[in-house]
């Protein structure tokens, strides 16, 4: 069967057909670009609704020989031995549905993107093939392949469509992303010279099961362990990112276009939350354990930095960027607590706020394109002349606060749940991060909609020159026009999704539940 294959290599079919169209032909474009982002999302909706039913995914399990690195007499014949192997269960499956949705929404936005649209599409759909293979992956090359696809993918979109400083941007994200896979590539150069394979089903075998271990090829000590589990944690720390390996994040969600912000806070993100949960508790349960404080810890310092900073920004770009700071604290948080409610909490941390920072760019491009800026202290009294797009606004700060009943709520409340079961004080210290995010997050968007607007020197001086135009302060116009259907869509979409997992939790939880059941027992408990 080639169900996954197909999955993920769908949208090479688009990349062949926008070869062909001429560059100046943008509609075509949009549409085709477009259209091939949908087969994979029609792919992956159809496993989740399988999988409801019963259906059991490794059925879609695929696996043909690739290459042999040696062929010595001393070894097994599955030795040295890399497999093109594919397989999902239900968390990779959740974090595929998540990317594929989003990807489909992200290239409907990108109809704001203008020049060379052609190549914008591309590497977009580039990026598509690169997320979905790494949530596919069965095998630690195959993962780290398309973990590299996505690297070059977006370093381009974010250096040749992003603002006015987007090389330094997309530099900033290349030097800090490829230490991180760099340090990455180390980890699983080790772990195959030791094991002899990189399919992480064997190495689970080799590494817990007593009977396996004489598959060994060099044994691995209780301190080996320890080191290459520390190398994966701080490989994944930079890419979540973890502080202080922050500061690329901060560039690329305020220079990249905001479709691609989209998809990169929205997936790439996670990518580092999917590996600490598949690699780290997947293949080091009992090492695990001795970084589960240290993890803790730096959750709390995420979701209080994080939030400090975004009560001081007046951009609205920059205000997002520090709240995914934020937010990626409350997955270490969920991670530290070594818990079933911590874990899985991190998992809808995860999901919750991909769907959340995909609505909240969305809605920053479209503010960016009617008013020209998107400085809260140039914007005000929106909610006149955009009363949609002030409500869609609304409907995103209270999801970015944890407001019950939307997505945000259930992976703050889990992940804390557990933290608390765990080290109580730490989750009463982080806890406050929350009461935090509610004042930053209400604060810019209330500017924004209710807020009269102002330039830096009124803000600061309480006065403004008297031939400043409107126009130039971002003051709404005549001209300025609300959410258009082809806009609408895509926000109504991410609106419902959020208040679905919100109001019926069970919608990630179910497929989820065999998964984490297994890691906890991994765990001891």
Not at 286 to 307: H, K, M, Q, T
Request: aromatic fraction near 10%; glycine fraction near 10%; charged fraction near 15%.
């Amino acid at each position: 069967m080639m169900f996954l294959s197909l999955l993920v290599f769908s949208p090479l079919l688009g990349i062949v057909l926008l070869m062909f169209v001429r560059k100046t032909d943008e509609r075509m474009i949009q549409w085709l670009g477009t259209a091939a982002t949908v087969p994979p999302l029609i792919l992956a909706l159809f496993a989740f609704i399988q999988s409801g039913r019963g259906f059991r995914l490794e059925r879609l399990d695929e696996a043909r020989d690739w290459v042999r690195l040696a062929d010595l007499p001393f070894l097994t014949d599955a030795a040295y031995v890399i497999r093109y192997e594919l397989g999902i269960d239900g968390l990779s499956l959740v974090f595929i549905v998540l990317t594929a949705v989003l990807a489909t929404l992200a290239a409907l936005a990108s109809m704001l993107v203008k020049t060379e649209k052609k190549g914008y599409f591309l590497w977009l759909l580039a990026l598509e093939i690169g997320m979905l293979g790494v949530f596919s992956a069965a095998n630690f090359v195959w993962f780290f392949l398309f973990l590299e696809v996505t690297l070059v993918a977006m370093f381009l979109l974010v250096g040749k469509w992003g603002g006015f400083e987007r090389e330094r941007a997309a530099y900033s994200y290349l030097l800090y992303n490829g230490l991180g896979s760099a340090l990455l590539l180390v980890v699983i150069a080790v772990l195959l010279a030791r094991t002899g394979t990189a399919n992480f089903a064997l190495l689970h075998e080799m590494l817990h099961n007593p009977a396996a271990e004489g598959q060994l090829i060099a044994p691995l000590t209780e301190e080996g362990r320890r080191w290459l589990l520390g190398g994966l944690l701080l490989a994944f720390a930079v890419k979540l990112p973890a502080v202080p390996f922050h500061c690329w994040l901060i560039r690329v969600h305020v220079e990249a276009p905001p479709p691609v912000v989209m998809l990169h806070a929205g997936v790439l993100l996670k990518i580092a939350a999917y590996g600490m949960i598949r690699f780290g508790v997947g293949l080091f349960p009992d090492e695990f354990r001795s970084f589960a404080g240290v993890l803790a810890l730096f959750g709390v310092i995420n979701v209080l930095y994080g939030a400090l900073l975004a009560l001081r920004q007046r951009e609205l770009k920059r205000v997002l960027a520090y709240s995914s700071v934020s937010h990626m604290g409350v997955v270490l948080i969920g991670l530290g607590a070594l818990n079933e409610a911590g874990i899985q909490g991190a998992v809808f941390q995860s999901v919750a706020h991909g769907l959340i920072s995909a609505l909240s760019f969305l809605l920053v491009g479209v503010l960016a394109h009617r008013m020209g800026t998107t400085d809260i202290n140039r914007l005000g009294g929106l909610t006149k002349a955009m009363p949609l797009f002030s409500g869609y606004l609304l409907t995103a700060a209270l999801a970015l606060l944890g407001l019950p009943g939307l997505a945000g709520f259930v992976g703050e409340f889990t992940s804390f749940l557990g933290l608390f079961q765990t080290k109580p004080a730490l989750a009463a210290v982080g806890a406050l991060g929350l009461i935090f995010a509610a004042v930053y997050s209400l604060k810019a968007v209330l500017d924004i909609t209710f807020g009269r607007p102002r330039d830096r020197r009124e803000a600061v001086m309480g006065w403004r020159e008297p031939q400043a135009s409107a126009a130039s302060l971002g003051e709404p116009q005549g001209g300025v026009v609300d959410l258009q259907g082809k806009e609408a869509v895509p926000a109504f979409i991410l609106v419902a999704l959020i208040v679905a997992v919100g109001v019926y939790p069970q919608l990630l939880a179910a497929p989820l539940t065999a998964v984490v059941k297994t890691m906890m027992n991994g765990l001891g408990g």
